[in-house]
């Protein structure tokens, strides 16, 4: 039992009284609204609260502005849930720990005191601004490997996955510590892009169907002819490697629409987008050839 306080309908209030150490709140001539045992739990809706607060049914907390569920240890404010008007519902922390996510009773994500988000992981800060990984048995490929371009971009990376299955791989898209563009996929997939180990493609669509206004490329020989084909080294590549190129001056005179220059100090250039001309060329010196053929059997034919 338990010292009890009823507010009856016909004699007002009732007090029975015991030595439990427990007091329940009734009304309604005996429903027990509020239950508080003797280790000070409170239940409301129920007579037997497990927790400092064990409610049964639906709880509200309502404030003229933002209501906040504050939640402390020891004192310390680890962290809050807020409702506004502005923002809606939104999570704090205000210590250095992470705010982490569970479900079924292990971690599935978490959120680190820098901003950097994990799924599958727990250090995600050791490998990007979001690190995923598939599998209880994935491993970090590029962390437990010997590479250290991996190893060493990856940190520097935005977005960095690993999955463990029977094309097990690693993932990432970022920046390297140079601030230049990485992409990196180390077991194949189907798509447009495929960077890997050993090899690399680029697929585009390319079917007749969803294109229009084709029209041929004509004197293509005389603007390739007009291009530079040269090798040296990027400025700023600290190796100084000699590699082959062209210009992307010389190209924008000719084929306007394969140079970037949204930048109008470093004009960049879609190689790929000169290969349709190259192939005009090609065939234009073959017209050539075929005619200078033509030509040499008529002579001979003569003689």
């Known amino acids: 039992m338990a010292s009890i306080i009823n507010a009856t309908t016909t ?20 429903t027990t609204a509020i239950t508080i045992d003797s280790s000070q739990n409170v239940g409301i809706g129920t007579t037997s609260p497990s927790q400092k607060l064990d409610v049964t049914g639906n709880a509200r907390l309502n404030a003229s502005s933002s209501p906040v569920l504050q939640l402390s240890e020891s004192g310390t404010l ?24 569970d479900t079924n009773g292990s971690e599935r994500m978490r959120i680190t005191s820098g ?23 994935g491993t970090w490929l590029g962390v437990s490997g010997n590479s250290s371009f ?21 993932t990432f898209i970022g920046t390297d510590a140079a601030g230049r563009l990485q992409m990196f996929c180390s077991s194949s997939a189907s798509g447009g892009v495929y960077l890997a180990n050993g090899g690399t493609s680029w697929t585009s669509a390319s079917d ?14 005389a603007k390739v002819a007009s291009l530079r084909a040269v090798t040296g080294n990027y400025i700023k590549d600290e190796t100084k490697k000699s590699k082959a190129f062209l210009i992307a001056q010389d190209v924008e ?8 220059s949204s930048n109008p100090d470093e004009l960049g250039l879609a190689y790929t987008d000169v290969i349709p001309l190259l192939v005009a060329s090609i065939k234009e010196l073959k017209a050539e050839l075929d005619a200078t053929k033509a030509e040499v059997q008529a002579l001979k034919g003569v003689a």
């Open 11 to 30: 004699n007002g209030v009732a007090v029975q009284g015991d030595n439990s150490g427990s007091l329940q709140l009734q009304t309604n001539n005996g």
């Open 78 to 101: 680890r962290g809050s849930i807020t409702g506004s008007s502005t923002i809606g519902l939104y999570f704090q922390t205000f210590t250095t720990t992470p705010m982490r996510f």
């Open 115 to 137: 901003g950097d988000v994990g799924i599958g992981t727990t250090t995600p800060d050791s490998y990007g601004a979001l690190a995923v990984r598939k599998g209880v048995n």
């Open 150 to 170: 991996q190893t060493s971009d990856a940190q520097n990376s935005s977005l960095y996955v690993v999955h463990s299955s029977a094309n097990s791989g690693t």
């Open 208 to 221: 007749e169907r969803v294109k229009e206004n084709l029209v041929p490329i004509e004197n293509g020989l």
């Open 253 to 260: 005179a000719i084929l306007p629409e394969a140079v970037d």
